[in-house]
């Protein structure tokens, strides 16, 4: 089932949280909001999920509008909110079937979408637990059992591993995974390594509009552009410094503080260095004792686009 956002906007007052956001989501794919705190990430999804009306613009699921059918959308998402409110005096089993009466499943089916939500979030120890007893891991997968009790096609996670110490986010990182082999999902997350590690795509949204679209790959290089090396090269490091600096492709040279012998070097656009550095050694008798490319860090990429 796909996503389209087009043109969405939500104002509270004068403020934009979402301004003017498009973007499309194709059946299948595990995408992930990226952004700092208060950048309309939660915004966002409530108005997918049709949690709240947008100011304007439209979001369709399989050409459903929320505009025109908000019931049939809810129908088809399962939504784990932010802060992932819970009726903390219920037992899980009982929370769940009344998740699963509040979504429609037939009653014929209930006890089985119980059964096996049980043993898909890994909850059958502590079924029969009233909620307020569960750790915040096994609360957080109560929020994932009743966001799927209907099986619906499309999972809105809104910071699904929030508060979760890191081997419960190993856990839940997993099922979301899992997850993602059939359903299209969407979650956010401020934290780079998380969306990393559970999404196929990456929006990085900041004050409520898109900074970026992508796969942490695409992301990467779209702003690497330019060669950083480090290099070692044993022999005296000022005349090092002035040949390396001299080289066609090179456009600047940083001795590393504290490192005798240690340069960055950075090439110029679309320019190599390499074969320069390593004939200049060769021509002067120099020992080139090290020489490494240095990727761009996704958490360049992401501070660079939300400074
Ligand atoms: P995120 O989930 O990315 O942290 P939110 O979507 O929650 O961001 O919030 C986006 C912006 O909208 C923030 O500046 C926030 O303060 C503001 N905001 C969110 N909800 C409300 C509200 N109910 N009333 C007024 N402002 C709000
Ligand atoms: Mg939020």
Redesign the pocket.
Request: charged residues 10%; aromatic residues 8%; without cysteine.
């Given at each position: 089932m796909s996503i389209v956002v087009e043109n969405l906007t939500k104002k509270?007052g004068e403020?934009k949280?979402v301004n003017d956001i498009s973007f499309e989501i194709k059946t299948g794919e595990v995408v992930g909001f990226l952004?700092p705190?208060?950048?309309?990430?939660?915004?966002t999804m409530k108005i997918i999920t049709c949690f709240m009306a947008p100011s304007s613009g439209d979001v369709r699921l399989d050409n459903v509008s929320i505009h025109s059918d908000p019931e049939a959308i809810k129908k088809k998402i399962g939504y784990l909110p932010e802060n992932n409110p819970l009726y903390l005096d219920m037992p899980v089993v009982e929370y769940l079937r009344f998740s699963a009466e509040i979504q429609g499943v037939p009653k014929s089916k209930i006890p089985s979408r119980i059964a096996e939500m049980i043993d898909r979030c890994g909850l059958d120890r502590e079924k029969h637990k009233n909620i307020n007893e569960l750790s915040k891991g096994y609360r957080q997968r109560v929020g994932l059992a009743q966001a799927m009790i209907h099986d619906p096609e499309i999972l809105i996670l809104d910071e699904p591993t929030t508060g979760l110490d890191p081997n419960q986010i190993v856990e839940i990182r997993k099922l979301i995974k899992d997850l993602g082999k059939e359903k299209t999902v969407i979650l956010?997350s401020h934290i780079l390594s998380e969306v990393e590690a559970t999404c196929d795509r990456i929006l990085i949204i900041n004050r409520g509009r898109i900074a970026a679209d992508g796969t942490s790959d695409t992301l990467r290089s779209q702003s690497q552009g330019q060669e950083l090396l480090k290099v070692s090269i044993e022999a005296s490091p000022e005349e090092v410094e002035k040949a390396v600096r001299s080289l066609a492709n090179v456009e600047k040279v940083t001795p590393i503080d504290g490192k005798v012998g240690w340069f960055n070097v950075q090439s110029k656009p679309d320019a190599s260095s390499r074969k320069e550095i390593f004939d200049l050694c060769v021509n002067n008798k120099w020992y080139l004792m090290e020489m490494t490319g240095l990727e761009t860090r996704l958490e360049d990429v992401f501070q660079k686009l939300t400074k």
């Open positions: 509270y403020q949280a952004g705190n208060g950048a309309g990430k939660s915004t956010s």
